[in-house]
């Protein structure tokens, strides 16, 4: 038996847990007052990693410290999820520049990802910082553009007003700390398949899980008995 709460998702100061930790103690000792046979005290997720320029990371290791030792005299096993602290950081988005294309005063840059891919930017104007494979390309003088994915809705976008470097058609970007919520976000729509994963260690890389084909997508649709001929 024990107590669980989540306090929200992203957070990157170690005040909130500490604060809602110190409520949920308070309730413990309550509880355990009234006889409550408590074992575990769960803390939820919520561990923010660094997506913009300008977000502070948050110490961890002062928040285990503090955690820990405010935990101790409890007796309780304490659990934490931190999901996104995990592996956040570790995973990016890989895709090609398609096209690129002026309209009016703004720049876009095309790229063979999408909406579908990647989520968070058109559900709720997550940043992602992007940037070129080829290190090169980094040097050359940022312009300002949005980074669109090919699929025909107002919300394909990866960023948007963006200062990057100017990657041309065929050059490779990486689109940063996609490691959460990203695959697990992903869907098929449009009928583009699952991008593949790979893992890669120092300079060894393996497919981990291969791209899915269309053919895969649509082999379990079946037709109704009133359309079955
Ligand atoms: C109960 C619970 N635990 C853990 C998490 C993971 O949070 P995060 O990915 O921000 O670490 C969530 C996310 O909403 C959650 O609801």
């Known amino acids: 038996m024990g107590l669980a709460c989540h306090i929200g998702s992203q957070i990157l100061e170690a005040s909130p847990f500490l604060a809602s930790f110190e409520r949920l103690c308070g309730l413990v000792r309550a509880l355990q007052a009234d006889g409550a046979p408590l074992r575990q005290l769960d803390l939820g997720g919520g561990m923010g990693i660094t997506y913009a320029p300008g ?10 410290a503090a955690l820990t030792a405010a935990v101790a005299p409890l007796g309780l096993e304490l659990v934490l999820e931190p999901g996104r602290y995990l592996v956040g950081s570790a995973g990016v988005l890989l895709t090609r520049v398609i096209g690129r294309k002026r309209s009016g005063e703004r720049e876009f840059v095309i790229v063979d990802a999408a909406m579908n ?4 930017p058109a559900l709720y104007g997550a940043y992602h910082p992007i940037v070129p494979v080829d290190a090169a390309a980094g040097e050359r003088p940022t312009i300002r553009a949005d980074v669109v994915g090919p699929v025909c809705e107002c919300g394909d976008f990866l960023a948007q007003d963006r200062l990057i470097a100017p990657a041309e058609p065929g050059e490779l970007l990486a689109i940063l700390s996609a490691g959460a919520y990203g695959m697990a976000m992903a869907s098929t729509y449009n009928t583009r398949p699952l991008a593949a994963e ?20 649509i082999a379990e649709e079946q ?7």
Not at 198 to 217: H, N, S, W, Y
Not at 223 to 229: F, I, V
């Open 55 to 64: 977000d502070r990371e948050l110490d961890v290791e002062q928040l285990g």
């Open 117 to 120: 891919d990647l989520l968070r």
């Open 223 to 229: 037709l109704p008995a009133w359309l079955a001929r």
């Open 198 to 217: 790979v893992m890669v260690r120092g300079g060894q890389f393996a497919v981990t899980r291969p791209r899915k084909t269309v053919d895969a997508l």
